[in-house]
């Protein structure tokens, strides 16, 4: 019986066993939310500082109005953006999105991970401002889609397995206690960490769709996906909020 928790909040429980000789036994791991308090007023949802919705035929942000930029030959069509190996969109940010990002962000992606990737450094970027510092959605050949900030010059990360050839929506979320990763409005993994988001130098700070940026500000480990729409908040995403955000994702079938 656990006692002392929280209302509305994600929780993951580990447990070991110890011998009397000092051997630890490997954990196991269980991730859970807590029942919202139904007396509580509503959550919030954190600002958006990014929002572009490929099924409109434009590769715009309808939020912040950041200037746009293409690289290769992106294609538009069938209500979702097509990104090849070479095709990128990247969206400028501004003094205004890292002043909004000190300790907590928050990336969602409708996308379809496409099962032929080329990996030139073991990994490729489904959403990325993460050269030398930043955050990162990313997946990484042998190992899992991971989300990834750097908080005080150190990458941290969260894994789960890769969602493969379907078409899923992906919340990825830094509170500034925990990383998580929600799949199709559920928690999918979250491991703890805190402190201040180290940002990316001055020619990089660009959040690329379908790569990652480099240290000249032009893409970098591209991915081959489609995707329909791409967020960036300036906080986390509570599970709650998640379950909300899945239910208007409008996520394709086929």
């Known amino acids: 019986e656990l006692t002392g928790l929280e209302h509305g909040v994600d929780y993951t429980l580990t447990v070991t066993a110890e011998s009397a000789w000092g051997k630890v036994s490997q954990p196991l791991t269980v991730n859970f939310s807590t029942p919202k308090d139904e007396s509580a007023a509503p959550e919030q949802m954190p600002d958006r500082l990014l929002h572009v919705d490929y099924t409109t035929g434009s590769p715009a942000d309808t939020v912040s109005g950041l200037t746009m930029e293409t690289f290769g030959t992106p294609v538009l069509k069938d209500g979702m953006a097509v990104l090849d190996k070479e095709s990128v969109y990247g969206y400028h940010l501004t003094d205004k999105e890292y002043a909004a990002l000190t300790n907590q962000v928050s990336i969602e992606a409708t996308v379809y991970i496409d099962r032929d990737q080329t990996y030139p450094w073991g990994y490729v970027m489904i959403v990325g401002n993460a050269e030398a510092g930043g955050y990162d959605i990313a997946v990484v050949n ?8 750097n908080i005080g010059g150190t990458y941290k990360q969260v894994v789960v397995p890769t969602p493969f050839g379907r ?19 559920e928690l999918a993994a979250s491991t703890p960490c805190s402190g201040s988001i180290k940002h990316v130098g001055e020619k990089s700070r660009k959040l690329m769709v379908g790569a990652d940026v480099n240290q000249d500000g032009v893409p970098q480990c591209i991915s081959n996906i489609k995707i329909t729409k791409v967020s960036l908040y300036a906080g986390g995403i509570s599970a709650e909020q ?3 955000l899945f239910a208007e994702a409008e996520v394709p079938t086929a």
């Open 142 to 149: 042998g190992k899992g889609m991971q989300f990834e900030v």
């Open 242 to 244: 998640a379950a909300v």
């Open 167 to 185: 078409w899923v929506h992906i919340i990825a979320s830094y509170d500034g206690q925990n990383l998580r990763i929600y799949l199709d409005g």
